[in-house]
């Protein structure tokens, strides 16, 4: 099978960063989908597995965390997919990535394509929306419930980028929140407002007055999915009393965390890996990848891809990775086909 694969960590605009290689097909295990792959999208994840250092592989190592194509083949304790299925998925980073013809993947793990997407609109899907879904849900412990009447807040701060730009539809669609966005040009402001935003607040400015404006009493909920290092202070500044601060990035610097204690705040960390990781209940992700689908289907959510860079080459992922280290992307970047 063709896959572009990597065997140096090198900068992206390095000739040599990815290369475009031939591998032998993969065989799904019992519980496994073999998936022809027919596109992908790249996350910052992507970036930070590739980054430079001093490692070489002994053999060509693929990455890529996300998913769109058609069933090839099952294992053979697989009950719901049949070859032929399209599916989307976002997959195992402890398992070769999706950047290849052909991918194999824990079927627990794996949605059903959203009808009257194609296969990159849905490609830009899955990781994030698990992502902004399970944050939400799951660690901060939003109600699902849509009543109108908002009686709490959420700041997202990062709001155009991939898991961003899903959070803000899932909080703006599915829940009572009055949802608070942070962009910073013009691009990414209207962004966030098309997704549902009902406020857009300049986080290249101190953040806690712009909030404390719109809410008074501070906000319940934080978001934080980028710059959290950068932006700490602010947002204890800005939260609520007991409230409750989710983060998905790698502050590099330790955080303050005893800032939190006068306010009784709650710090949660959200990495969307953990179910694959420890097979800790991998099944709800094909639950909430299908719940996703049919939101799309039913015009509730919409596709995040603002980018399709071609088919899946060497030369078009480094652009992909070189434009999402800019970290002013719009949206997902997607890759479809092969050369």
Same mark, same amino acid.
């Given at each position: 099978? &063709?896959?572009?694969?990597?065997?140096?960590?090198?900068?992206?605009?390095?000739?040599?960063?990815?290369?475009?290689?031939?591998?032998?097909?993969?065989?799904?295990?019992?519980? @496994?989908?073999?998936?022809?792959?027919?596109?992908?999208?790249?996350? /910052?994840?992507?970036?930070?597995?590739?980054?430079?250092?001093? =490692?070489?592989?002994? %053999? !060509?190592?693929?990455?890529?965390?996300?998913?769109?194509?058609?069933?090839?083949?099952?294992?053979?304790?697989?009950?719901?997919?049949?070859?032929?299925?399209?599916?989307?998925?976002?997959?195992?980073?402890? =398992?070769?990535?999706?950047?290849?013809? +052909?991918?194999?993947?824990?079927?627990?793990?794996?949605?059903?394509?959203?009808?009257?997407?194609?296969?990159?609109?849905?490609?830009?899907?899955?990781?994030?929306?698990?992502?902004?879904?399970?944050?939400?849900?799951? &660690?901060?412990?939003?109600?699902?419930?849509?009543?109108?009447?908002?009686?709490?807040? $959420?700041?997202?701060?990062?709001?155009?980028?991939?898991?961003? %730009?899903?959070?803000?539809?899932?909080?703006?669609?599915?829940?009572?929140?009055?949802?608070?966005?942070?962009?910073?040009?013009?691009?990414?402001?209207?962004?966030?407002?098309?997704?549902?935003?009902?406020?857009?607040?300049?986080?290249?400015?101190?953040?806690?007055? #712009?909030? =404390?404006? +719109?809410?008074?009493?501070?906000?319940?909920?934080? *978001?934080?999915?980028?710059?959290?290092? #950068?932006?700490?202070? #602010?947002?204890?500044?800005? *939260?609520? !009393?007991?409230?409750?601060?989710?983060?998905?990035?790698?502050?590099?610097?330790?955080?303050?965390?005893?800032? *939190?204690?006068?306010?009784?705040?709650?710090?949660?960390?959200?990495?969307?890996?953990? &179910?694959?990781?420890? @097979?800790?209940? /991998?099944?709800?992700? #094909?639950?909430? +990848?299908?719940?996703?689908?049919?939101?799309?289907?039913?015009?509730?959510? &919409?596709?995040? *891809?603002?980018?399709?860079?071609?088919?899946?080459?060497?030369?078009? $992922?480094?652009?992909?990775?070189?434009?999402?280290?800019?970290?002013?992307? $719009?949206?997902?970047?997607?890759?479809?086909?092969?050369?």
């Amino acid at each position: 099978m &063709r896959a572009v694969a990597l065997t140096k960590y090198l900068p992206s605009d390095h000739p040599e960063a990815f290369v475009d290689v031939e591998l032998p097909d993969p065989t799904p295990g019992p519980g @496994d989908l073999l998936v022809r792959v027919r596109a992908v999208s790249v996350n /910052p994840v992507d970036v930070k597995v590739r980054a430079p250092k001093d =490692k070489v592989e002994s %053999s !060509p190592r693929v990455l890529g965390w996300d998913a769109a194509g058609v069933v090839e083949a099952v294992g053979k304790d697989v009950k719901r997919f049949r070859p032929g299925d399209e599916v989307f998925y976002a997959g195992s980073i402890a =398992k070769p990535g999706t950047d290849s013809e +052909l991918h194999v993947v824990d079927a627990r793990i794996v949605g059903r394509k959203p009808k009257g997407l194609t296969f990159a609109q849905a490609a830009a899907m899955p990781l994030t929306s698990i992502t902004a879904w399970e944050l939400l849900f799951e &660690r901060l412990g939003v109600p699902q419930q849509k009543t109108g009447t908002p009686k709490d807040a $959420l700041l997202v701060v990062g709001g155009a980028g991939g898991v961003g %730009s899903m959070a803000i539809q899932i909080a703006s669609k599915l829940t009572d929140l009055t949802v608070i966005a942070t962009a910073s040009r013009p691009e990414t402001v209207e962004w966030c407002k098309s997704l549902g935003a009902h406020h857009v607040v300049d986080h290249r400015q101190p953040l806690a007055e #712009q909030v =404390k404006a +719109l809410v008074p009493g501070g906000v319940r909920y934080v *978001m934080a999915l980028t710059a959290t290092e #950068q932006h700490f202070a #602010q947002l204890v500044e800005l *939260m609520a !009393p007991f409230g409750h601060l989710g983060i998905i990035d790698d502050p590099q610097t330790p955080l303050d965390v005893n800032a *939190m204690k006068r306010k009784s705040l709650a710090l949660h960390w959200e990495l969307m890996f953990t &179910r694959a990781l420890y @097979d800790a209940d /991998p099944l709800s992700q #094909q639950r909430l +990848l299908d719940a996703v689908a049919d939101l799309v289907e039913a015009g509730t959510l &919409r596709t995040t *891809m603002t980018q399709d860079f071609g088919p899946l080459s060497a030369a078009n $992922l480094r652009r992909a990775h070189a434009a999402v280290e800019t970290g002013r992307t $719009l949206g997902k970047i997607v890759l479809s086909g092969f050369p």
